[in-house]
């Protein structure tokens, strides 16, 4: 019923940049908490950054300074934009989201969902 597909990743070299999307599409009444995290070969999936549907952010201390996270509520999407890369930011990075779906049935329940991935690789 719901659906998160990703886009926006690839390879770039050190320093470049790169700007992840995460758009949500379904029976949504509302999203509450939207996220990014990543997944490197060998690694747990850890948390990269994440945003409250007030706009609320925090971050991975990995990241601060460089990446960026926001949400366009209208759209139903979450944006990461990553500046300053690192080879070790090399990872699967996925999307997750808290949403309130609307049931076929009647109304509403919450869960969460992924999306499918996306490959970020830095390398020169």
């Known amino acids: 019923q719901v659906q998160l597909v990703e886009s926006g990743g690839g390879l770039v070299q050190p320093g470049g940049s790169l700007r992840l999307s995460c758009a949500a599409s379904?029976?949504?009444?509302?999203?509450?908490?939207m996220g990014w995290y990543r997944q490197a070969p060998g690694k747990q999936r850890e948390l990269v950054a994440a945003i409250t549907g007030g706009g609320s952010t925090n971050y991975a201390n990995s990241v601060k300074g460089r990446f960026t996270i926001s949400r366009d509520n209208a759209k139903n999407t979450v944006y990461l934009q990553m500046n300053s890369l690192k080879p070790e930011d090399t990872a699967v990075y996925y999307c997750?989201?808290?949403?309130?779906?609307?049931?076929?049935?009647?109304?509403?329940?919450?869960?969460?969902?992924w999306g499918q991935g996306t490959q970020v690789t830095v390398s020169s």
């Open positions: 379904g029976s949504i009444f509302s999203i509450d908490a």
């Open positions: 997750n989201a808290d949403i309130e779906i609307i049931s076929p049935y009647g109304g509403t329940y919450r869960r969460g969902y």
